[in-house]
């Protein structure tokens, strides 16, 4: 056990968070994504939300702000509507950065080919549909 660390985050997954460079991505993913398949490095988090391994990420891990939006989703098809997940991520995004951040949409399989250049993904126990966000690290300002 750590002090002031989120208890979701694992030595793996904080060597991983560590090891990242400014610029690398991270998916997480929900349970219905191909993670085995896209993954360079793969974490599994069954049994956890999506939301709950992105709260726990964002507490150690600074978005990029070089770029116009550091997040994004996998589209839902055109007439489906917005995945109601989509709000709860810009949410804890926004609360993390304290400032709005926006999600960028993606296709599905140009959400799936970004996905195998991702430094890692970690694979959480997320049942609702279209859960998946890749996050961008930034840098820490001295």
């Given amino acids: 056990m750590l002090k002031n660390i989120n ?7 904080l060597a991983i968070l560590a090891d990242m460079g400014h610029g690398d991505e991270i998916v997480i993913a929900d349970a219905n994504f191909p993670a085995d398949a896209v993954a360079q490095r793969l974490i599994q ?3 956890i939300s999506a939301t709950e391994v992105q709260e726990a990420i964002l507490s150690v891990f600074p978005l990029d702000d070089f770029v116009d939006q550091p997040t994004a989703v996998m589209r839902v098809p055109e007439g489906n509507g917005r995945a109601p997940v989509y709000d709860e991520f810009d949410a804890i995004s926004a609360a993390a950065e304290g400032k709005t951040i926006g999600l960028e949409l993606i296709d599905r399989f140009a959400f799936y080919d970004r996905s ?8 959480t126990g997320e049942r609702r549909l279209y859960a998946n966000i890749i996050l961008k690290k930034g840098v ?3």
Wanted: aromatic share 4%.
């Fill in 45 to 47: 988090m069954p049994g």
């Fill in 116 to 123: 195998k250049e991702a430094y890692a993904v970690v694979s």
């Fill in 7 to 13: 208890p979701l985050l694992t030595g793996p997954l």
């Fill in 140 to 142: 820490i300002r001295a």
